[in-house]
């Protein structure tokens, strides 16, 4: 029995040539897998303060980042040491504990990043 690859037979069915994987490549305009500090100046960042379900504490938001989460993680990391603070980062979002608005804010932008506090 002779094993077809799946491109092949959908290449048969269709009589379309089947492009060599060596000449495919990717560019997206903004890829989500991207390094945080490639989108600076790009995308603008929100920063919000929240205090619903939480317990009463205050938590400041940064919103609008289309990295990866390892990425993600090294921008909160300098947030943090820089305010002294901790957090998280994941999904597109850094929490930083605390209202720290115009802090992150000064931070941001001093990094290269368009960001507005809401």
């Known amino acids: ?3 077809t690859d799946w491109k092949d037979a959908l ?3 269709f009589n379309v040539p089947l492009p060599d994987d060596s000449a495919v490549q990717t560019d997206n305009a903004v890829d989500t897998g991207a ?3 490639q989108q600076q100046g790009k995308n603008r960042l929100d920063i919000v303060l929240e205090r619903k379900g939480r317990g009463g504490k205050q938590a400041t938001i940064v919103t609008g980042f289309t990295c990866d989460d390892e990425a993600l993680k090294q921008v909160a990391s300098q947030l943090k040491r820089s305010l002294g603070v901790g957090g998280s980062a994941r999904g597109g979002e850094v929490l930083i504990q605390g209202d720290f608005r115009q802090r992150v804010l000064d931070i941001l932008t001093s990094m290269g990043f ?3 506090i809401i």
Do not use: I, S
Request: proline share 0%.
């Open 35 to 37: 390094d945080a500090l």
């Open 1 to 3: 029995m002779e094993m």
């Open 11 to 13: 290449g048969k069915a």
């Open 114 to 116: 368009k960001a507005r």
